[in-house]
């Protein structure tokens, strides 16, 4: 009927929760002499998702366990709502902030539901039976978890993975408008772990204001409104993935060799880090890139990683390597899918090539005029040739590109995507130590002529 007034579901009232705020103002710990954390100081808004990310030993798991008023600082203060959370009891503090630890394991054989019903203890005095809401409560948990099944197990009995949702069911059904995550992903699948994180992305559209711990970055980019990056226990930086997770904060933060391109699927930061062996980058200061898909695309990155000066093209708009150069901010030579390559795009790569100190064929497509760039390939050119398929599924020329494209690869040191750093290096340096030998001929007959 219209106008009617729907009553609201006991599962939309125990989902229901207000947003609440964290404020961490100036915060210091120490153990012994050793520093951990240093005047930290951030803000979390209501119904927020923010991910903790940095290196091992940057503070993570002591800061959300100095959040959670289970560690208090040396000096500052932590809030929840304008409570400060090392300033009430135990029972006070957990109606306010739930936590899933890192460690799950439990000294005694409880039955999975038993577990779950210890996240209600705080609702109620201490001797008192469960409440109709408090059964109600973990009944939604356990659904919510996928855990229903296991409701009557010990817990000593499940698996590790389970256990992790077990402890999750406990932290939803304490129904606190904060929830803290320690590695929340760590012991699961695959599956598992994007399931956990969709369900804390519907706790937090629900009114949670959720932070976690995570060291996938691929996840907590994916799922996290907002990041803060901790190292050597301070906030290294602090905002969208997209602004902290930077080549740059990377190698600054960890120490890390990586670059940061956009998931096609997802559209959220990737991370891909390489080893970071400086003493072994290559002899090249500049190479263009020949080719294609996500051959090429993992070539421009390694090559972009390791601070090389990268050209690609021709390329075609919206391909995989396309949108990798891009996010680098690779010059690249694009053209429109399936056109033919004009006269001043053709001049654009030679010069290109001829300015490169190595090229590569990266699962390189002959078609389109593209075949004619091979010529261009020259012996005056270092080559290095990089292949994940034949090239009969490439080549749309026909017979000339196919004999071309054979010749450039014999001459070429041949590669795969993850060696390709030490082949330009290889490449390089057979070409430097060529001239050398050519312009030691030329002095010596020129010599001998006098």
């Known amino acids: 009927m219209i106008g009617s007034v729907r009553a609201e579901t006991d599962d939309e009232r125990g989902s229901r929760l207000e947003p609440a705020t964290i404020t961490v103002d100036d915060c210091s710990l120490s153990f012994g002499d050793l520093s951990v954390l240093e005047d930290v100081s951030l803000t979390i808004e209501p119904g927020e998702f923010v ?16 959040v959670s008023g289970a560690l208090e600082p040396d000096s500052g ?24 630890p890192q460690d799950t394991t439990l000294s005694f054989s409880f039955p999975v539901r038993d577990v779950v019903e210890m996240g209600r203890y705080p609702h109620r005095s201490r001797f008192s039976p469960p409440t109709p809401g408090d059964r ?29 949702r077990v402890v999750l069911a406990r932290a939803i059904a304490q129904e606190t408008p904060v929830m803290l995550l320690d590695e929340p992903t760590a012991s699961l699948d695959v599956n598992h772990q994007v399931e956990t994180l969709e369900l804390v992305r519907e706790l937090v559209d629900e009114g949670r204001t959720v932070v976690a711990a995570i060291h996938d970055l691929d996840l907590a980019a994916r799922y996290c409104d907002r990041l803060v990056m901790l190292a050597d226990g301070s906030v290294a930086r602090d905002g969208p993935p997209s602004n902290v997770l930077t080549g740059g904060a990377l190698a600054a933060s960890f120490d890390a060799n990586a670059v940061v391109t956009p998931n096609p699927v997802t559209g959220t930061e990737t991370v891909t880090a390489f080893a970071a062996d400086r003493e072994a980058a290559p002899l090249a200061d500049r190479v263009h890139v020949l080719g294609s898909g996500s051959t090429a695309a993992g070539v421009v990155a390694r090559l972009a990683a390791a601070g090389i000066a990268v050209s690609l093209g021709p390329v075609s708009s919206g391909d995989a390597a396309t949108e990798t150069a891009r996010s680098l901010g690779v010059e690249t030579i694009e053209v429109d899918p399936f056109a033919g390559l004009s006269a001043g795009d053709r001049s654009a790569v030679e010069r290109s090539v001829r300015d490169a100190d190595v090229a590569v064929l990266a699962d390189f497509v002959a078609g389109g005029g593209s075949e004619a760039i091979l010529e261009a390939l020259d012996e005056s050119v270092p080559l290095v040739c990089v292949e994940t398929r034949p090239f009969a599924e490439r080549n749309f020329a026909g017979k000339d590109a196919r004999e071309g494209y054979e010749a450039c690869r014999e001459r070429a040191n041949n590669s795969t995507v993850e060696g390709v750093l030490e082949a330009i290096g290889d490449a ?17 007959e020129s010599t001998a002529d006098d």
């Open 428 to 444: 390089s340096a057979a070409s430097s130590q060529s001239q050398s030998q050519s312009q030691s001929r030329s002095s010596n």
């Open 136 to 164: 109600a409560a973990v009944e939604r948990a356990l659904e919510r978890t996928r855990t229903a099944e296991l409701a009557e197990r010990p817990i000593d009995e499940v698996s590790g993975g389970q256990r992790q």
């Open 77 to 100: 203060t932590v809030t929840v709502d304008g409570v400060d959370v090392h300033g009430v009891s135990s029972r006070a503090s957990s109606r306010l902030v739930s936590v899933v």
């Open 51 to 66: 991910g903790f990310v940095g290196p091992n030993g940057a503070g993570k798991t002591t800061l959300l366990r100095l």
